[in-house]
DNA sequence: GAAAAACTTGACAGTCACTCTCACTTGAGA
DNA sequence: TCTCAAGTGAGAGTGACTGTCAAGTTTTTC
């Protein structure tokens, strides 16, 4: 059920064959590299983890498909539960809040990975810039649905947003730690954290517009606009 | 995570009259002009309204001293009521949520009438900065201590500043159609709602640094730190 | 391969923010 | 003074979330 989308993200690649690589992979690595890390890690899991993680995509379906049929706020944990075939108790070992069934999405750790290996001179707003575009496209790629659906419960549920701009910041947080260490400042550098902040603000504003506005555009254009602006200095 | 979908219902605020500030009632200083608009409010008006606003405060003021005194978490509703003489149901028909018990402020309805009366020409950054100076003085200087409270709970209590910044995305939206309307686009202009998004992201990050490191600065320098950060373009 | 250790789960009871309804009171205006 | 609208308290929910404990299940150890 839910692992097909796993299984198919790590075997995917249907555009570029997996096995014979055209592409020397220089620096603008194949279509969603992001997605590999996440394929490649329950490979050889052990049988508990790998129940966890379809208990886990169990919850996550069915709140969902809950949702789906008749809304955010009439969906109980209790529901969730009976059609996840847990009890309510296990949906809150595995999801802090009701929100995060919806919102969670483990690619932070994968970022700061990649923020850190990039090229040691790149100005920040590059970084970040192939940081989270590689992000969008990854995501866009892996699951285009869900990510509609977030948007949509983003633009119409106060609470789900309140917590994405939560997260939002937390990941703020754990960029500017980065971001401070590649440029050689203090790990709470006032100014890196500020510029974090503008720039995640900046793209969660994009992010809410494109969900407004049904998804006209692309979500990587409107990502594309924003560190446009940025490179303009901002000025309007 | 208690589920906030209401907000909106309540924020009345009486339309602020632009021209009539021949205020009778002067026993405000004059320290930063926001300040006096709120003075000039609850001057001659009805006993009903009258005992609303007191009501109001009892509320915010039995809340700010038990939370003093035994913590935010540990304070209920209950308790809240009690010691305000009202009902529980009273408070929250005051006061759509706890959070906004701590936060609530009515400074946005001011913050866009000043906006509007700012200088053909200025930047929309030179706005934006005379704009939140203004009210940080006004509000330090109004209500020093509460200023700091509201701060460390925002640090301190992940539903507190959650609920803050779902208030400042608020103003951020009004600032935006308004400075929209002063550079000749359309309300929802992308470009401007990121800009100001930019903006107050980072203004939030300022103001939880000023938190987390215990005031040792001023807020206003903090602030002031910021709007520099933005004039050199962001650049780091 | 069995027993111990470590982890995961469901059941259950409880707390508290928040909603809704309804009867009652109080201030405003005629 | 009378009338009506607005404000209030009481009370009965709802549902997210917490904590605890006994009963499984997987992993580790010998």
Same mark, same amino acid.
């Given at each position: 059920?839910? @692992? *097909?989308?796993?299984?198919? %993200?790590?075997?995917? $690649?249907?555009?570029?064959?997996?096995?014979?690589?055209?592409?020397?992979?220089?620096?603008? =690595?194949? @279509?969603?590299?992001?997605?590999?890390?996440?394929?490649?890690? *329950?490979?050889?899991?052990?049988?508990?983890?790998?129940?966890?993680?379809?208990?886990? *995509?169990?919850?996550?379906?069915?709140?969902?498909? &809950?949702?789906?049929?008749?809304?955010?706020?009439?969906?109980?944990? !209790?529901?969730?539960?009976?059609?996840?075939?847990?009890?309510?108790?296990?949906?809150?070992?595995?999801?802090?809040?009701?929100?995060?069934? #919806?919102?969670?999405?483990?690619?932070?750790?994968?970022?700061? @990975?990649?923020?850190?290996?990039? =090229?040691?001179? @790149?100005?920040?707003?590059?970084?970040?810039?192939? &940081?989270?575009?590689?992000?969008?496209?990854?995501?866009?790629?892996?699951?285009? !649905?869900?990510?509609?659906?977030?948007?949509?419960?983003?633009?119409?549920?106060? %609470?789900?947003?309140?917590?994405?701009?939560? $997260?939002?910041?937390?990941?703020?947080? %754990?960029?500017? #730690?980065?971001?401070?260490?590649?440029?050689?400042?203090?790990?709470?550098?006032?100014?890196?954290?500020?510029?974090?902040?503008? #720039?995640?603000?900046? &793209?969660?504003?994009?992010?809410?517009?494109?969900?407004?506005?049904?998804?006209?555009?692309?979500?990587?254009?409107?990502?594309?606009? $924003?560190?446009?602006?940025?490179?303009?200095?901002?000025? &309007?």
């Amino acid at each position: 059920m839910p @692992e *097909n989308a796993r299984m198919a %993200a790590r075997t995917k $690649t249907p555009a570029a064959p997996a096995g014979s690589s055209a592409d020397p992979a220089d620096h603008q =690595p194949p @279509e969603g590299f992001l997605a590999e890390f996440l394929g490649a890690q *329950n490979a050889q899991l052990g049988l508990r983890e790998r129940k966890k993680q379809a208990t886990r *995509n169990a919850i996550r379906k069915a709140t969902y498909a &809950l949702i789906e049929e008749q809304g955010y706020e009439a969906t109980t944990i !209790e529901q969730i539960a009976r059609d996840a075939d847990v009890s309510p108790s296990t949906v809150f070992r595995y999801f802090a809040t009701k929100e995060d069934i #919806v919102l969670t999405d483990e690619y932070d750790p994968i970022m700061l @990975e990649v923020l850190r290996e990039r =090229p040691a001179g @790149e100005p920040p707003l590059s970084s970040l810039r192939f &940081l989270l575009t590689e992000a969008v496209k990854a995501v866009a790629a892996h699951e285009p !649905e869900e990510l509609k659906q977030r948007s949509r419960l983003i633009v119409e549920v106060p %609470a789900v947003r309140a917590r994405m701009t939560e $997260t939002m910041a937390q990941t703020s947080q %754990a960029l500017s #730690v980065v971001l401070a260490e590649r440029t050689g400042r203090e790990p709470d550098d006032l100014d890196v954290r500020m510029f974090t902040a503008a #720039v995640l603000g900046a &793209l969660r504003e994009a992010m809410i517009y494109w969900g407004e506005h049904e998804f006209e555009e692309d979500l990587l254009t409107v990502v594309l606009r $924003t560190f446009d602006l940025f490179e303009r200095g901002l000025t &309007l």
